[in-house]
């Protein structure tokens, strides 16, 4: 079993940081990209950022130059730096993974629970 569990969430003002976190844990043989999105209320989910397994990162444009993915490898966690925060930015936030969970399985994509972000103007 797989399991995606992220923290870092809350309340912030206009302006302000929050760090994400998501640690995978379970029979995990590697990871390929990992991802955030996020989902405001009655709109859509949306990718928000991603990484590849070799640090390739890639980014919505309505939060590039404010968040930074990055990931590390040896604890199967990814983080998600939330810089000069906007109103618009609310949403829970969820990260998934594409594992392989043997040496002879396929990928699949596992998710989070989600967190709330909730950025006060």
């Known amino acids: 079993q797989v399991q995606l569990v992220e923290s870092g969430g809350g309340l912030v003002q206009a302006g302000g940081s929050l760090r994400l976190s998501c640690a995978a844990s379970?029979?995990?043989?590697?990871?390929?990209?990992m991802d955030w999105y996020r989902q405001a209320p009655g709109k859509q989910r949306e990718l928000v950022a991603a990484i590849g397994s070799g640090g390739v990162t890639n980014y919505a444009d309505s939060v590039k130059g404010r968040f930074t993915i990055s990931r590390d490898n040896a604890r199967n966690t990814v983080y998600l730096q939330m810089n000069s925060l906007k109103p618009e930015d609310t949403a829970v936030y969820y990260c998934a993974a594409d594992i392989r969970r043997y040496y002879n399985s396929d990928y699949a994509v596992y998710w989070g629970q989600g967190t709330q972000v909730t950025v006060s103007s």
């Open positions: 379970g029979s995990i043989f590697s990871i390929n990209y």
